[in-house]
């Protein structure tokens, strides 16, 4: 039973031109989390949603944007992809617990590619 | 068999044989860790998960130690099976209550019959 569900598993993209990815959870974990992870490199979190809270990290670049419609909902999208933004983004979830970090599950990806 | 994550990103066990898996984490502020293991073409798995007041937690053929005072961070294996053999990933949460993670450098586990 798939919990966090992504896609398409497989995105390409012409280079400058937007894209979005999607992202569900069967879970309801209020916090939901965005990663870019390039081949053979460990996941980078570009932000999070704490319920409709928006957190950036301050090195995600501004052409990368994300949507939370609902609690089950989360959008990526790339503005103008280039090159370098090709790379597997992983959604995950957790659980806000007033007892501290949760573990986050995480999807199985959406392999994006620009050509 | 034995790995420092950050640099040995490989290890290469015998099936059956135990595995140990390191990690030197950076932030003193860290008070939640987290192994996550990933296969091939797929999102990361939790293993297991230990907090900054405990040095040591058990799971299923899995112990995580935690060693506060050098910032260091292993994941042992018992028993390797050719199933245990894909990247794994430490993750810290920079003392962070929201949820954020910020993984290490991967390790590679082989597992050859």
């Known amino acids: 039973d798939a919990m966090v569900i992504q896609n398409p598993r497989y995105q390409v993209t012409q280079f400058g031109k937007p894209v979005t990815l999607s992202c569900s959870q069967t879970?309801?974990?209020?916090?939901m989390y965005w990663y870019q992870q390039k081949s053979s490199q460990a996941p980078k979190l570009l932000f999070h949603?704490?319920?409709?809270?928006?957190?950036n990290e301050a090195d995600t670049p501004d052409n990368f944007q994300s949507r939370r419609p609902n609690t089950s909902f989360c959008f990526l999208d790339i503005r103008s992809p280039g090159l370098g933004d090709a790379a597997m983004y992983l959604c995950?979830?957790?659980?806000?617990?007033?007892?501290?970090?949760?573990?986050?599950?995480f999807g199985d990806g959406t392999r994006l590619s620009i050509l | 068999g034995e790995s420092v994550g950050l640099h040995l990103p490989t290890l290469s066990v015998q099936e059956g044989d135990n595995s140990i898996i390191n990690c030197a984490y950076s932030?003193?502020?860290?008070?939640?860790f987290i192994w996550y293991k990933q296969e091939s073409g797929k999102g990361p798995q939790f293993i297991i998960d230990?907090?900054?007041?405990?040095d040591k937690r058990q799971g299923q053929r899995v112990t995580v130690l935690l060693n506060k005072t050098v910032k260091h961070l292993s994941l042992q294996i018992a028993a390797t099976q050719p199933g245990d053999s894909a990247v794994y990933f430490c993750?810290?949460?920079?003392?962070?209550?929201?949820?954020?993670?910020?993984f290490g450098r991967g390790t590679q586990l082989t597992v050859w019959p």
């Open positions: 879970l309801n974990h209020n916090v």
């Open positions: 230990i907090r900054s007041n405990m």
């Open positions: 949603y704490y319920d409709k809270d928006f957190n």
């Open positions: 993750a810290e949460n920079l003392g962070s209550t929201l949820g954020r993670l910020y």
């Open positions: 995950a979830t957790s659980r806000d617990s007033a007892g501290g970090n949760q573990p986050q599950h």
């Open positions: 932030n003193s502020a860290s008070d939640y």
